[in-house]
């Protein structure tokens, strides 16, 4: 899922200094999960800016709508009436999220409410971590189902640099060393001849370096 | 009986503030009941609402209070491991940590919100911990949230 943080309270309210009524638009997909623009935080930082506002002497009315997914059209169409009654939207959705927002609206000013963070899993209660970068080709079934690209700090694709300790990178000693976990893996399955294969510099045409992707699946337009 | 000052005779300004006591079935609320049947005093701008555990208070429950207008807020669960839901004061602990970092970024300042802990059976150590909740939101003053004509707060 697509993980998020929310942003400082000061930052927001400096982002909606100029308005009195805004529409706080959650998400109930990927930030409700990740605990950051769902339905209860939607609540609290409503709460909070409320506060934050009187307290200057300026206070704002908020409107609070969270629908099931920012990033599709379809359900975007339920904030159509209160987006109408709003000055402007403060988006808790991803990066995607907010810009569908803004597509879908193009007269009203569209904000973020969160930092978009990255492709990741909960690792335990309240810890997420990175595990996919959107490379757009993944080398995952080569190397055991770890990936370098995002877990390797240097993105080495030919096994581990001169710097990791043992289990740790050198980078953050916190974090383990990808290519210690590849090893290991491929030892477990038998497949440690992966290893023996040179692997060529990364064709990053596939990946963001190019600009913004699309993919278009004919065989499902309509 | 423990000796303490009688509620008539305090300060007239404590009145001018507004505490809530989220007080926890199993100890603060059982502490609060004893300190009742005890004949124990403490200040009467405090109101009390029984929770199950502080568990069950949220952050949103917390700002929700303050946007309210109240001038202060005390959480009062049971011990650390002393928990009847194991560790629903901790997580109240974190919550609460969470809603102070809330109240700073606002500016509302997070010495408005405290929690503490004790057993069912210290009716004293709950007196107390009311007594200088109040005496700290009484030095901080009013919330200025407070709606002017609020008829929670005109007595």
């Known amino acids: ?222 | 009986m423990i000796e303490t000052e009688p509620a008539m005779a305090q300060d007239a300004k404590i009145n001018q503030v507004e505490v809530i006591a989220f007080c926890c079935n199993f100890c603060a609320y059982a502490a609060a009941d004893l300190a009742g049947a005890r004949r124990m005093q403490y200040p009467a701008n405090v109101r009390i609402v029984h929770v199950p555990c502080t568990g069950k208070v949220e952050v949103k429950h917390l700002l929700a209070a303050f946007e309210r207008g109240i001038d202060g807020i005390l959480l009062a669960g049971c011990l650390e491991g002393g928990c009847h839901f194991v560790e629903g004061n901790l997580r109240a602990k974190r919550r609460v940590e969470a809603a102070k970092q809330v109240l700073d970024e606002i500016g509302l300042g997070r010495d408005r919100l405290r929690m503490v802990n004790l057993s069912a059976s210290e009716a004293p150590t709950f007196v107390a911990r009311i007594q200088e909740m109040v005496e700290t939101v009484n030095a901080l003053g009013p919330n200025p949230l407070r709606l002017p004509g609020d008829k929670e707060h005109a007595r």
């Open chain 1, 1 to 222: 899922m697509i993980v998020a943080s929310r942003k400082p309270i000061p930052e927001l309210k400096e982002v909606l200094a100029k308005h009195d009524k805004v529409l706080f638009a959650g998400c109930g997909t990927c930030v409700t999960v990740c605990l950051s623009g769902g339905e209860r935080e939607v609540g609290i930082i409503s709460s909070a800016m409320r506060m934050a506002r009187r307290l200057d002497g300026r206070p704002i009315e908020i409107e609070q709508v969270t629908i099931e997914r920012q990033c599709d059209n379809e359900f975007i169409q339920d904030l159509a009436g209160p987006a109408e009654r709003s000055e402007a939207i403060l988006s808790f959705g991803c990066g995607a999220g907010v810009q569908a927002i803004a597509e879908r609206f193009p007269e009203k000013p569209v904000y973020a409410a969160l930092n978009t963070q990255f492709l990741g899993i909960l690792e335990e209660q309240a810890v997420w971590a990175e595990k996919c970068l959107g490379c757009g080709s993944c080398v995952l079934s080569q190397f055991g189902g770890i990936c370098p690209v995002t877990r390797c700090a240097k993105r080495l694709l030919n096994g581990p640099c001169g710097g990791s300790s043992e289990e740790s990178c050198e980078v953050d000693p916190e974090r383990p060393c990808a290519w210690q976990m590849i090893y290991r893996r491929l030892k477990a399955i038998g497949q440690l001849d992966n290893l023996s294969a040179i692997v060529p510099p990364k064709d990053w045409r596939t990946g963001w370096h190019a600009g913004a992707r699309r993919i278009v699946r004919e065989e499902h337009r309509i």
